[in-house]
Every structure is written in C-alpha cells, then in structure tokens.
C-alpha cells in the first residue's frame, strides 16, 4: 500500500515569496491534516480536512496560510508570503474517518522549508 | 494545550530500559506514540484509548492512565534501532491532535 506523498521534499525561498506544497494521501483516507514541525519541536496541527470540508483550522494563520482539498483526495498548502519564522517541516497525515480520536494517523514524509 | 514530555533526552546502552513519560493536563480521550528518526515522517507505534490500558509489541510498550492524565512509553532492552525522537500525541477536548515537544532517545553499541 503507498504511503502519504508529499512534494517538494524541499524548498528554499526568500522572505516574502510564495509557496505551495502538495500532498497525496492514501488511498481510501477521507480526513487529511496539515502539520507545522519547527525545529525541535512536536508536530503543531494547521488544518485538517474530512473529505472537502474543513474540519478545524483553529491554528492556521489565516492572513498568511492557505490550504484547500480538492474533490477530497489531493490537497495544496500555500503560503503568501513567507516570513522568516515559517522555516519549517510541513507534514501531510492522513486517517480514515472514525471518532478522530481513535484514528491513526499516517504521516507522509514532509516538505522542509527554508525562508531566508 | 500541549502535552509535557520527559525526559527530553536520554541515552542508553544496547540492551538497556527507558521510561518517557507524557502528562497533560486536560482531559485526554487518547493518547498516541510517534517515533521519528531524523529527517523522516513520524512514525506510529501506538494508540491507547481507555484509562488502564496497556500495550505493546515487540519490547516497546505503553500505559495510560486517564485519571492522572498521563502516558508511559516503555522501551526494554533498547536495540539501536530504538534510536530517534519519540512524541506523545493527546486528542482531548479541543477534539484535535496536540503533540509534546519529544525525547531524543539515543542508543549506543
């Protein structure tokens, strides 16, 4: 079975430029999440999607951060524009649907930004 | 509120134990263990979903206990393998995923 694919593995930018990540999750997963891991530090939840519907984006920042799933599978993460502290390893997880809380979630192997 | 992990670090001989432990303090519904070895995905061990269960595989193994709002990750007899930074994730009321800041456990030959 194929795991989370994440693309770029990774990127450099300039403050102030535009990025984009992309994310596939595995096949069958309808809940889809976008995690935030700064350098050591845990994985800090973005957003998380139930099909094409957002769950909870309680934490992203919104006046920056961007993300949407298209027809449920695929789902971009964009940020414009970036500032220094958005240097960071961005994470895609996907589950199936369940209580949430008992969902295990499968991580993909991330996308690390680095904004000089 | 993110859960508290300690230690943050520790360092084993081969064949060696560990205990990391988890605390949090709201209310959990779950917890789960991640193990990531650097530069790669978290990876899942496991899920505990009730107060007083206990499981494990192979020689890593973890308890919960729902009252004290508490997890214990056990490693015992540490292979080199076991090495990289293990995170608790809690889900409680705010109904989303919180993870500890992790222990970097090191295992040496």
């Known amino acids: 079975e194929a795991g989370v694919a994440q693309s770029p593995r990774y990127k450099i930018i300039e403050k102030r430029q535009s990025v984009a990540f992309w994310c596939n999750p595995i096949s069958g997963h309808a809940t889809l999440y976008w995690y935030q891991q700064i350098l050591g530090q845990g994985p800090k939840l973005l957003i998380q999607f139930q099909n094409n519907g957002v769950v909870d984006d309680s934490q992203l920042p919104k006046d920056r951060f961007s993300a949407e799933r298209l027809k449920g599978v695929d789902s971009t993460l964009k940020i414009q524009p970036a500032k220094l502290e958005d240097s960071a390893v961005y994470l895609c997880a996907s589950s199936t649907p369940g209580t949430g809380w008992t969902d295990t979630q499968y991580f993909g192997p991330g996308t690390r930004l680095t904004v000089l | 509120q993110q859960p508290v992990q300690s230690p943050q670090a520790v360092i084993l001989r081969e064949g060696e134990d560990a205990v990391i432990n988890c605390s949090s303090s709201k209310a959990l519904y779950s917890v789960h263990w991640y193990r990531q070895k650097h530069g790669e995905a978290p990876v899942f061990l496991m899920i505990?979903?009730?107060?007083?269960e206990q499981k494990g595989h192979d020689k890593i193994s973890a308890s919960f206990n729902e009252k004290k709002q508490q997890s214990s990750l056990y490693l015992t007899a540490s292979q080199l393998s076991y090495s990289g930074t293990y995170f608790c994730?809690?889900?409680?009321?705010?109904?989303?995923?919180?993870f500890g800041a992790g222990t970097r456990l090191t295992v040496k030959p």
């Open positions: 505990l979903l009730k107060g007083g």
């Open positions: 994730g809690t889900w409680g009321n705010n109904n989303d995923m919180r």
